[in-house]
């Protein structure tokens, strides 16, 4: 009898009305990860990265209930395609999950799909569905702010 272990997997998708380089180098750029990484009742966020593969980020998620460390490593950087990087935060385990983001070009709008991969738990799995899926609404909102503002 062979038994395989299901690991908890997130996917989550928006299509965003901005190009695929724009969203892209908003997961890279310290500064505007600040602004958008902030889902539920993330009231402020500090954001440090050293974009090239191999490099750390920390991002410090501010709550009600105190700040939230997420830290990790880029496995991959394809630009403007594909981010893959390790995340480890007290929610998600600090074993080392893994995420990837996949921009994928839609006419004038970008569909950007999120996997979190190796979460300890199918609770923990539910909760980032929520966080990213927040995440992704808060950028969209953002871009199309900007894209109004013109």
Not at 23 to 46: E, H, I, N
Not at 88 to 108: C, E, I
Request: charged share 20%.
């Amino acid at each position: 009898m062979n038994a395989v272990a299901r690991v908890p997997t997130v996917q989550v998708r928006r299509e965003i009305a901005a190009p695929a380089a724009e969203l892209f180098d908003a997961f890279l750029d310290p500064d505007k990860l600040s602004v958008w990484m902030r889902p539920g009742d993330t009231s402020r966020t500090d954001a440090r990265v050293d974009p090239r593969v191999g490099g750390a980020f920390e991002i410090v998620m501010h709550t009600p209930k105190g700040s939230v460390p997420h830290t990790g490593a880029y496995q991959e950087i394809t630009r403007p395609r594909r981010l893959v990087f390790t995340w480890n935060s007290p929610y998600a385990g600090n074993h080392g999950s893994l995420v990837t983001v996949d921009f994928n070009p839609k006419g004038n709008s970008t569909e950007v799909v999120i996997t979190h991969e190796r979460l300890p738990s199918e609770e923990m799995a539910t909760a980032h569905t929520g966080g990213w899926t927040s995440i992704l609404e808060r950028i969209a909102g953002i871009f199309a702010e900007v894209r109004a503002a013109g």
